[in-house]
C-alpha cells in the first residue's frame, strides 16, 4: 500500500505540472513510470529473493542469496510476534 500512495503522489505530480499544458498527455506513460522506478526497485527486490532460491528460477542472484534468505525469514518471523 505505500508503494502505490507513492505512486499515486507522483502521478498527483506529474499531472499537476502539467495543467495548462497544450499537450498533458504527452509522454504521460513514460514520465511516470521513470519516476515510480527508483520507488519499485527495492520493494520488487525484496519480493523476488525467495524465488531466486530454485535453481531454475531465472534473474540475478544476490552475491550472499542464503544471507538476504536468512535475513527476510528473520523479519518475518518478527512480524508474526508483533501481530499475535
Same mark, same amino acid.
Given at each position: 500500500?505505500?508503494?502505490?500512495?507513492?505512486?499515486?503522489? #507522483?502521478? =498527483?505530480? #506529474? *499531472? %499537476?505540472?502539467? =495543467? +495548462?499544458?497544450?499537450?498533458?498527455?504527452? &509522454? *504521460?506513460?513514460?514520465?511516470?513510470?521513470? %519516476? #515510480? !522506478?527508483?520507488?519499485?526497485? $527495492?520493494?520488487? +527486490?525484496?519480493?523476488? @529473493?525467495? !524465488? *531466486?532460491?530454485?535453481?531454475?528460477?531465472?534473474?540475478?542472484?544476490?552475491? !550472499?542469496? $542464503?544471507?538476504a534468505? %536468512?535475513?527476510?525469514?528473520?523479519? $518475518?518471523? %518478527?512480524?508474526?510476534? @508483533?501481530? &499475535?
Open positions: 500500500m505505500t508503494v502505490a500512495a507513492k505512486e499515486a503522489v #507522483i502521478l =498527483r505530480d #506529474i *499531472l %499537476a505540472d502539467r =495543467r +495548462g499544458s497544450p499537450y498533458p498527455l504527452d &509522454r *504521460l506513460m513514460e514520465e511516470p513510470m521513470a %519516476a #515510480i !522506478d527508483p520507488v519499485i526497485d $527495492n520493494v520488487w +527486490g525484496l519480493a523476488s @529473493v525467495p !524465488d *531466486l532460491s530454485y535453481p531454475d528460477a531465472r534473474g540475478q542472484r544476490p552475491h !550472499d542469496l $542464503n544471507g534468505l %536468512a535475513y527476510q525469514s528473520q523479519v $518475518n518471523q %518478527a512480524a508474526l510476534l @508483533v501481530t &499475535r
